[in-house]
């Protein structure tokens, strides 16, 4: 294996940052320290990304043995490092710099469970790795014929107005991928909270959480307070979607619930709705999907990437070095297998940064590009920081780069400036429809964006038992998100895991602050540019200034905490929604309006073929679907309890000492305090008033 004996001689030409006295409280020589550090950092990291590289591009037993050979050396090369600067007695330092850099190289992440178990250790970047790849490489076959996720089964779930085909692909890909997941993900989340509580974390959600400078249960409150304020402006667009959905495929498919089917929602995970536009569009104008303009005028990949570049160099932001375009993968190969899951990389050495795509010629892969550039552009512009300054100000940060100019993109006066429109039209029927396209896209995306980690906090802290991995995410899902399973799922299947996020171990709540912070910081941008119209019409494309402001921000990386990053770029240290309410403020008067008259949200205490080891009893259905059982109301007894004693792992609220318990399986019920309070109360807010 010609990969693992390169890895294995950078191994030994680093060898391990020297030794230090016990306990120094030097700050000279603790300087001297990391900038040695600093430099090996580079190479190991470099060398590692390498193999994980050539591991995604290319799928195949030496690749991923490489891999996880180097991730383990990279592992170790970490554990020597924090444990050499632990003897320093960094937390006294006076230099606020040299210790924020400290306190980022003794947080290893799971490395630390190789402190105290290196078989242990291995065994997680084993089943790591084999999640990843059975994700990767899933097919669903029919007629002698499989398809892959990208592009096949996504664009049968974005295209497709077929029920019984989008139930196909949706049942398929999850009992071919998330099935075989669950035996892994069960021991990889055992020692995934082991890794946490070497790394000084009660379990994996606190040490997640501790990328936000922010004690766990703070955080988990501000989590939850946001996701609460911005869940009014959802129950409106989901009764208006819904009410469309009905008309295209007939009541008789959707639950008396209110709640609707998973798959009908054009995406495989029904995390966002933009493909469901064609019918949705309220009134006739001019599509603001662009997608048959870049067919017909022959868009390829690469032209994509090169209009995404362009709009951030009109910024006067930095162009992608050559060695991005002759390093990336744009194009999914013909002959082997990838992980197609898009990816920007930063490889370490300030002049490698990559991505990794399977490009569709569509506009939400348009919109992907520029999101995926955004990454880079971070990249490029930290470069010059010390390797352990080199990431987002927060993990929500680095995901909302890329979107904040996407906002600018998807105008309509932007794709009429690049050729994609020819035409635009400036009336209240025009803006509505444009404002809804975005929604389908960020409103929509909300509950699930939140409740994806919220499930994952509910398993680290075992408040969530391995036998209801399936029913608690179902029951999040219909709770929080207004959906449900087409059909009965069972209890022992792991449906969570058909999105790559799961397997990949990647934690999602960075997407939620992204979809909200990015708001906030259009709104900053557009008024540095001068931009005095509506929000959802400003367009900063070509403004210098803009760039500048959002460059300077950029550099910092991760050198400050981020109430100061945002506090530079927008005046403010608080995360706020206020800006994404302003926003959609005028689709959101039209859509209250529009649904005067019509049901708005969905039982909280009825969940439609929620996870269970057989089918829900026949007979008890007031709207027959495809199954014969649509419909099905359960009544639920929900009783909340104090615990005894304190817990050591809470719920995403932070309101320790209440539990749950439910007299059947099927509940809406979550376990966490304050969502179970959202899911049993009706709440009125009304934050845009």
Same mark, same amino acid.
């Given at each position: ?15 391990? @940052? ?30 590692? $990304?390498?193999?994980?590289?050539? %591991? ?6 030496? $690749? ?101 085909? !989008? !139930? ?13 997941? =669950?035996?892994? %993900? ?7 909270? *082991?890794?946490?509580? +070497? ?28 996701? =609460? ?13 819904? =009410?469309?959905?009905? *008309?295209?495929?007939? @009541? ?80 999914? /190969? ?9 990816? +920007? ?25 520029? &999101? ?13 920081? /010390? ?58 995306? !909300?509950?699930?964006? %939140?409740?994806?980690? +919220? ?22 899902? *219909? ?18 895991? +058909?999105?790559? &996020?799961?397997?990949?171990? @990647? ?121 014969? $059982? ?45 969502? !179970? ?13």
């Amino acid at each position: 294996m010609t990969n693992i004996r390169s890895i294995l001689v950078v191994a030994v030409l680093i060898g391990t @940052v020297r030794m230090i006295p016990v306990k120094n409280s030097d700050e000279q020589s603790a300087q001297k320290w990391y900038e040695e550090y600093n430099e090996r950092a580079q190479e190991v990291f470099y060398a590692n $990304t390498i193999a994980a590289w050539k %591991y995604n591009t290319n799928i195949t037993n030496e $690749t991923q043995a490489a891999q996880i050979f180097a991730s383990l050396v990279t592992a170790n090369f970490s554990i020597e490092a924090a444990k050499n600067a632990s003897n320093y007695n960094w937390q006294q330092f006076t230099n606020a710099t040299l210790k924020r850099l400290f306190s980022k190289v003794t947080n290893i992440g799971s490395d630390a469970l190789g402190k105290v178990d290196q078989a242990k250790l291995k065994q997680l970047k084993e089943l790591a790795s084999e999640m990843e790849t059975i994700y990767s490489e899933g097919k669903v076959c029919r007629n002698n014929t499989c398809y892959s996720l990208e592009p096949d089964l996504t664009r049968i779930m974005a295209q497709s107005r077929d029920y019984n085909e !989008l !139930l196909w692909a949706w049942i398929g890909w999850r009992d071919q991928v998330g099935e075989k997941e =669950r035996s892994k %993900y069960i021991p990889f989340v055992t020692l995934l909270n *082991e890794a946490a509580v +070497a790394n000084n974390y009660s379990n994996a959600a606190d040490d997640w959480i501790s990328s936000y400078d922010m004690p766990s249960e703070e955080f988990k409150e501000l989590m939850f307070g946001l996701y =609460r304020e911005l869940r009014p402006l959802y129950q409106e667009l989901h009764a208006y979607v819904r =009410r469309k959905l009905k *008309e295209e495929y007939g @009541v008789d498919k959707f639950p008396s619930s209110g709640h609707i089917p998973a798959h009908l929602l054009g995406n495989m995970w029904a995390q966002t709705w933009g493909n469901l536009l064609d019918f949705v569009q309220p009134y006739n104008r001019t599509s603001v999907d662009v997608t048959p303009a870049m067919i017909q005028q022959g868009y390829n990949a690469l032209r994509m990437f090169n209009v995404s570049e362009e709009f951030f160099t009109s910024l006067g932001l930095e162009k992608m070095p050559q060695s991005f375009w002759d390093n990336s993968m744009i194009t999914k /190969p013909a002959n082997r297998s990838v992980v197609c899951h898009a990816s +920007a990389w930063d490889f370490y050495n300030q002049k490698d940064f990559r991505i990794k795509m399977c490009t569709d010629i569509t506009m939400e892969d348009l919109i992907t590009i520029h &999101h995926e550039m955004g990454h880079i552009q971070y990249f490029l512009q930290y470069k010059d920081q /010390p390797v352990s300054f080199r990431d987002g100000a927060n993990p929500g940060f680095h995901e909302a780069v890329g979107d904040v100019l996407a906002l600018s993109v998807s105008t309509p006066g932007h794709l009429k400036k690049i050729g994609l429109l020819k035409t635009v039209q400036d009336d209240y029927e025009a803006d509505i429809n444009y404002m809804l396209s975005i929604a389908l896209d960020k409103i929509a995306f !909300l509950p699930f964006g %939140y409740l994806m980690d +919220a499930y994952r906090w509910s398993i680290f802290s075992e408040e969530t038992k391995m036998d209801d991995f399936n029913t608690k995410w179902w029951q999040l899902r *219909e709770c929080l998100q207004g959906i449900s399973p087409p059909l009965s799922r069972p209890k022992t299947s792991f449906d969570a895991g +058909a999105k790559y &996020h799961i397997p990949a171990n @990647v934690p999602y709540i960075r997407y939620f602050v992204s979809f909200i912070l990015q708001f906030q910081l259009h709104e900053k941008l557009c008024e540095v540019a001068n931009q005095t119209g509506p929000l959802h019409k400003c367009d900063i494309y070509q403004s210098k200034e803009a760039g500048a402001v959002l460059g300077d921000m950029l550099k910092l990386g991760s050198s400050k905490p981020w109430p100061e990053a945002l506090e530079i770029i927008t005046g403010t240290s608080k995360l706020s929604a206020s800006s994404l309410v302003k926003y959609f403020k005028p689709l959101i008067d039209w859509l209250k309006a529009n649904n005067t008259g019509h049901r708005v949200g969905w039982d909280m205490d009825t969940c439609p073929f929620s996870a269970t080891t057989t089918a829900p009893p026949s007979g008890q259905s007031t709207e027959s679907g495809p199954t014969g $059982t649509n419909g099905l109301s359960t009544s639920t007894s929900i009783e909340t309890v104090p615990s005894s004693g304190h817990s050591t792992g809470s719920g995403p609220t932070g309101t320790n000492g209440l539990s749950t318990s439910t007299s059947i399986g099927n509940s809406c019920g979550t376990g966490f305090s304050l969502i !179970l309070v959202l899911c049993t109360v009706k709440y009125t807010f009304s934050p845009y008033i």
